[in-house]
C-alpha cells in the first residue's frame, strides 16, 4: 500500500482557493492513490508555527498570500530565485526533515508569456509594485528584457523593488499608476494590481498591436484590462494561466513525478 502524502495550499483568505482541484487531478491522473491536498487559512505569523507542527507524511505547502515573505524566512534553504525576489510560493520537505523554498510563480510567469509569442529582448511595463510585482522582475530577467517600467501609486513601493532589481540585474524605471497611458507602448503589459485597481487603465489604455497582456488576475474573467487588449487584438494571458503554471512546478517538486498537465488543466473552471 503506497505511504500517505499529505500536500496543502496556506494563505488567507483561501477558501475561494483552485490549488486544491488541480493538485488533486494531478495526483490522479499520475496514479499517486496515497495523495491528497487540502488548503489552511493561516497568515503570514501564523505560518512558523504552522509548519513546525507538521508531521513526516507532508511533502509540500503552495503558500499565496500574505506568507509569501514568510515562507522564505522559514525555510532551511532556497533556491537562488526565491532569494532573489526575496519571497517563495512553494515550501518542499526535503528527506532529511527540512524545508526547502522556491518561487515557481517566476518560472510560470516565464512559461505563460514565452507560450504568448514574448521573446528575448521584449519592453515590459508593470503595473503594481507587491509581492507578484517582484516574481514579475524575475521573469523579465530570465525573458532578458532590455526595459522595465513598474507603475505604483507610491514611489516608496518602488524604491523597494529596486534593491530585487539590482539583484536581477534587470534595468528599473518607475512611474506614477496615474501616468500608465504613456507606458503602453510596450511588448508585455503585466498587471499585479488587485481587482479593480487596473480598470482605469483599461479605459485610457491605446494598445499597441502586438502587446501581450498579462493580468494576474482569473476571478471575474475576462478584467475589463483583458478584455479591453483583446478587443484591441493583443494576446491575454490570464492568472488561471499562471495558477497552473506554477502549480506544475510544485507538482513535480512535491512528488518527483511529472506533471499530467491536460488532467490539471481540465480541473480549472474554464480552460
Known sequence: MTPARRAAVVGTPIAHSLSPAIHTAGYAAAGLTGWSYTRFECDAAGLPGLVAGLGPEWAGLSV????????LAVADA??????AVGAANTLVRRPDGSWYADNTDVTGMVDVLTAAGVRPGATVTVLGAGGTARAALAAAARLAATSVTVLARRPEAIDELRPVADTLGVPL???????AAAHLDVDVLLSTLPKGAADPVAVTAA??????????????????????????????????????????????????VRAPVDAMRAALPFH
Open 64 to 71: 499565496t498570500m500574505p506568507g509569501k515573505e514568510a515562507a
Open 78 to 83: 532556497a533556491s537562488p530565485v526565491a532569494a
Open 173 to 179: 524605471a518607475g512611474a506614477p499608476l496615474a501616468d
Open 207 to 256: 494598445w499597441r498591436p502586438g502587446t501581450v497582456c498579462f493580468d494576474a488576475i482569473y476571478d471575474p474573467w475576462p478584467t475589463p484590462l483583458a478584455g479591453a487588449a483583446r478587443a484591441a487584438g493583443c494576446p491575454v494571458v490570464s492568472g488561471l494561466d499562471l495558477l497552473l503554471a506554477q502549480a506544475v512546478g510544485q507538482f513535480e517538486q512535491f512528488t518527483g
